[in-house]
């Protein structure tokens, strides 16, 4: 009998908006991110539950769309979360877009939600000289009175790298949980503890999973290419014909999520390709 070949496992990240939306969305993990969160902007999020769509930024050419979205019926706040893997002005700009989408469009047909405040908080990989955790405001600048409608949170993750937990500092740990780059670093940076150490099982399942390794793979290749188009100054002929081969990437993606039985309404979620383009690929 031919020997069963172990199975390779890769490895998945928490910097992922795709590893950072699968955790949000099950009740398990909710004390970890509240533990992260409540000290940011100074309440509880266990009330707040995900509105699972995705925002357009505006922006018709490339279609950034926003990561988390939490809404409560209990208070009249919306918290926008968004984890910045490859941070520029570029980033921080499509950031403040979500923020004036969401104070100007409903969540809903017929709901106002100007009436809603918004928080946004930012997950930045970079490093900050000097701080962890920054609050920023905005001011009108015909009345110089502070505008009341929004709060905006930046973290610098990398601040957080090297540190574990000694069992007084979960805050810290968890976030320094999202600079680790393989699965031994993530296991000595929870120690002990057991939300924590559920976070990481979690992990190495996923690392398993092919379904989401494929979805996680292409998240990757799709930033690594808007990153170098970043890189090489944003010229539209460069860019454009980055976006070609993200697409091209893409059709191979689906042909692959096809082969291992994936339905196709679950591959047009994951790839952004139309019913034609994918029936084209089976024809």
């Avoid at 909710?30 to 992260?36: A, D, G, L, Q, V």
């Avoid at 539209?236 to 291992?260: F, P, Q, T, V």
């Amino acid at each position: 009998m031919k020997k069963e070949e172990k199975k390779e496992k890769r490895f998945i990240s928490l910097l992922s908006d795709t590893t950072f939306k699968h955790f949000f969305k099950i009740e398990d993990y909710k004390e970890f991110f509240n533990t992260i969160i409540k000290p940011i902007i100074n309440m509880d999020i266990k009330d707040f539950e995900l509105y699972d769509a995705e925002l357009n930024s505006g922006n018709e050419k490339r279609d950034y769309r926003l990561d988390i979205l939490l809404v409560s019926n209990l208070v009249d706040i919306v918290i926008s979360i968004e984890m910045n893997q490859f941070p520029s002005e570029e980033t921080k700009y499509k950031d403040r877009l979500y923020i004036y989408s969401l104070l100007a469009k409903s969540l809903n047909s017929g709901e106002d939600i100007k009436k809603k405040k918004v928080i946004q908080i930012n997950f930045n990989k970079e490093k900050h000289p000097y701080v962890s955790k920054g609050s920023f405001y905005l001011m009108d600048k015909v009345t110089n009175r502070e505008i009341k409608d929004f709060e905006i949170y930046e973290v610098y993750l990398e601040n957080y790298k090297g540190i574990r937990y000694n069992g007084d500092n979960k805050e810290e740990a968890y976030l320094s949980l999202f600079t680790a780059t393989s699965y031994e670093e993530l296991r000595k940076i929870a120690g002990n503890d057991k939300e924590g150490l559920k976070i990481v099982d979690e992990l190495e399942r996923l690392g398993l999973d092919d379904k989401f390794g494929v979805v996680y793979d292409n998240e990757m290749m799709q930033k690594k290419m808007i990153n170098t188009a970043r890189n090489w100054g944003y010229d539209d002929g460069k860019a454009d014909g980055i976006e070609e081969g993200a697409k091209a990437k893409e059709r191979e993606i689906a042909k692959k999520l096809l082969n291992i039985g994936i339905s196709k309404e679950d591959i047009i979620k994951v790839t952004g390709l139309s019913e034609e383009e994918l029936k084209n690929l089976t024809d």
